[in-house]
């Protein structure tokens, strides 16, 4: 019996290379916070679903780098991971397929541009990778990142750490003292639409470097560079 049901996210199945079982697990991660405080009787926007794509992702893509290169260090190796699934890495690839279009924002949010903005498009990138795992495990992750996270994102094994300073305070900790430095929101000021994050970086259980952005990996990265300079400095 042939099924008249239209599956509205087809074509961004198509680019994502993985069809959802679940079509309900998809929609929930193409939803914005201000969608959801516009609109009644809606539990959940997509930020739960962020935080499990951000360590399906991980997984997957430690997973690929440690079989395509097995001659590499724990360092190295990190710097790459970080490459490949960094927010600029996350929004590059939203934008590419055009996630922003498929996505449920609030009236305010939508007039201002929200659907093209980077920060947007990054935090749902990473949701749709969630509910991918949801829906059919790391198997379905695996497939969105063969499909487009390996043919899109290049990567050097060569390559410094001037564009990954979180990777390169990992580093420099795991190598000092044995840990990872843990990064901690402390403030955050403005509207859903812009946002100012303030992080601070906690290295052996002292209070470091404190870095500011628009989206938590900026703020991140800021923090870590700014641990990384304070830590220089006590060298000398």
């Known amino acids: 019996m042939k099924s008249f049901f239209k599956n509205p996210y087809k074509n961004l199945e198509k680019k994502l ?39 399906a992702l991980g997984l997957v893509a430690t997973d690929y780098l440690f079989n395509k290169h097995p001659n590499l260090e724990e360092g190295p190796l990190t710097s790459l991971r970080s490459q490949m699934a960094s927010g600029k890495a996350l929004a590059k690839i939203g934008l590419a397929i055009n996630l922003g279009d498929n996505l449920k924002l609030g009236k305010g949010e939508m007039k201002s541009g929200g659907n093209q903005r980077a920060s947007n498009v990054m935090d749902a990138m990473e949701a749709v990778l969630g509910s991918a795992y949801l829906d059919g495990g790391l198997k379905a992750v695996r497939k969105i990142f063969n499909n487009l996270f390996i043919p899109m994102i290049k ?17 420099i900790t795991q190598k000092k003292w044995k840990i990872n430095p843990t990064y901690h929101v402390i403030k955050q000021d403005g509207p859903s639409h812009l ?24 703020a991140e990265q800021q923090a870590a560079q700014n641990t990384i300079q304070i830590l220089h400095n006590e060298k000398e």
Do not use: C
């Open 17 to 55: 290379g993985y069809s959802f079982r679940d079509k309900n697990l998809l929609a929930t991660a193409l939803m914005h916070r201000s969608f959801r405080f516009e609109t009644h009787n809606i539990e959940h926007d997509n930020q739960r679903l962020e935080f499990l794509g951000d360590s």
């Open 195 to 218: 946002k100012l994050f303030t992080i601070e970086v906690i290295v052996n259980e002292m209070k470091i470097g404190v870095g500011k952005g628009s989206t938590k990996q900026e």
């Open 155 to 171: 990567i050097n094994p060569e390559e410094s750490w001037l564009d990954n300073p979180k990777g390169q305070l990992q580093q």
